[in-house]
């Protein structure tokens, strides 16, 4: 569970900016509210909307975040040994260029609170840092100074000779995934669950996949009027489809189906019916 992201220095986010999901202490309506013992106030806001002008820089929150996501999961397994750091440092500051750009993220698995992140500038990662809050206390569990290795006591495996193993230009993180550490593949596992949308529009097709048999949420049509998207409400239809139709999808789901046992990483849905 995301608990909090924060970057700077990145596409447009020139100075740091932070987007949160822990509720607040103000008095209001806690109905929706997720429980989350390890979060501050103990709740966890289910869903935050960042709003703005065109082009104030809305979609590059999502975009940092997606980047960070990507600097875990391949920096070492797809980096290149002497390509540097592939970031996308503020373009209308020559200074930001030479200024490192900084990632961090709050964030709950297995009922434990996480704290991680990273700074790097073009050519390297320049530190790198792992915190856990089991019982509401701060403890290291690594932290990385260009080079240097610092490991606490709590972090078990083979943080030594990870840590050789990791490049200038590769997180820590990720190469202890790379390399099978118990503890830190979890850590890497609620990122990879990070999905980012940077386009919402949806096939017809898979939209009724998706719906059939099921009722969309009136809090939802209610949160599309409120917001002027112009939607206020929504009706199903049944359309049969035609003989000439079904042997083309049928073969196309067995082109589908063999692509998949080629390709296992490949997704491909074919509706058949």
């Known amino acids: 569970m995301l608990l909090r992201f924060s970057a700077a220095n990145h596409l447009s986010l020139r100075e740091p ?3 949160s999901l822990i509720a607040s202490a103000l008095k209001d309506s806690e109905a929706g509210l997720i429980e989350c013992g390890a979060a501050p106030r103990g709740r966890v806001l289910p869903v935050t909307v960042i709003y703005g002008a065109n082009a104030s820089g809305k ?3 999502a975009a940092a975040l997606r980047w960070m ?3 875990v999961l391949f920096s070492h397994s797809r980096g ?3 390509g540097g750091v ?3 440092p503020f373009a209308l500051d020559s200074a930001c260029g030479e200024a490192p750009s ?3 993220a709050d964030f709950v698995v297995e009922g434990v609170r996480y704290h991680y992140g990273f700074s790097a500038n073009n ?3 320049l530190d790198e840092y792992l915190f856990a809050s089991p019982h509401g206390k701060r403890q290291v569990l ?3 100074n260009g080079s240097k290795f610092k490991f606490g006591r709590g972090l078990k495996g083979q943080n030594r000779v990870i840590s050789a193993l990791t490049r200038d230009n590769s997180l820590f993180l990720s190469a202890a995934a790379q390399n099978g550490h118990d503890h830190l593949s979890k850590i890497v596992n609620f990122f990879q669950r990070i999905t980012t949308y940077s386009v919402i529009s949806i096939h017809g097709i898979s939209l009724s996949r998706q719906l059939k048999g099921s009722k969309i949420d009136d809090r939802v049509i209610k949160f599309l009027s409120n917001i002027g998207t112009g939607v206020v409400g929504y009706r199903t239809k049944t359309i049969e489809m035609s003989e000439d139709d079904g042997p083309i999808r049928r073969e196309l789901a067995a082109v589908a189906e063999r692509l998949k046992a080629l390709y296992n990483n490949i997704d491909i849905q074919i509706d058949t019916e």
Do not use: C, I, Y
Request: charged share 35%; glycine share 8%.
């Open 69 to 71: 996501r990507g600097a």
């Open 17 to 19: 900016q932070e987007l």
């Open 123 to 125: 050519k390297a990662f």
């Open 102 to 104: 900084v990632f961090e």
């Open 59 to 61: 979609s590059n929150v």
């Open 80 to 82: 290149n040994p002497g």
């Open 86 to 88: 592939p970031r996308d």
């Open 142 to 144: 690594f932290e990385r």
